[in-house]
């Protein structure tokens, strides 16, 4: 499955940004789908994941509550809907296919090992 991440941007600490990620191939509607982020220096951070059908999802701590996941099968895409924007939250996101059809508890990057380009996100303090 090919992936490209867009809709990012720069928005202020509070504030709300929604990320799109359009996939084509075949396996899409049987791939756990996720992202992730890394920013600068740091490690690659995944910070949630949803089932191939979408009816589980798992996020990270640290943006469990600020973050929504959510896919639309028909239209081979997944997204990122985030509030409540930290400047901590400054990375490069990318989207992620999974080899397997769910997702663990505890673990958004669980069997992740397809991805395409990051689109941007800069939160300002």
């Known amino acids: 499955v090919q992936l490209q991440a867009f809709g990012g941007g720069l928005v202020q600490a509070g504030g709300s940004l929604r990320l799109s990620c359009a996939a084509s191939?075949?396996?899409?509607?049987?791939?756990?789908m996720g992202w992730f982020r890394q920013a600068p220096g740091k490690e690659r951070e995944y910070i949630s994941a949803?089932?191939?059908?979408?009816?589980?999802?798992v996020y990270a701590d640290s943006v469990e509550g600020r973050f929504t996941i959510s896919r639309d099968n028909a239209k081979n895409t997944v997204c990122l809907q985030m509030i409540s924007l930290k400047a901590d939250d400054t990375a490069v996101y990318y989207c992620a296919a999974s080899k397997y059809s769910g997702v663990l508890a505890g673990n958004p990057g669980y069997g992740m090992n397809s991805w395409g380009q990051g689109t941007q996100v800069t939160v300002s303090s």
């Open positions: 191939g075949r396996t899409f509607s049987n791939s756990a």
């Open positions: 949803i089932s191939r059908g979408g009816g589980s999802t």
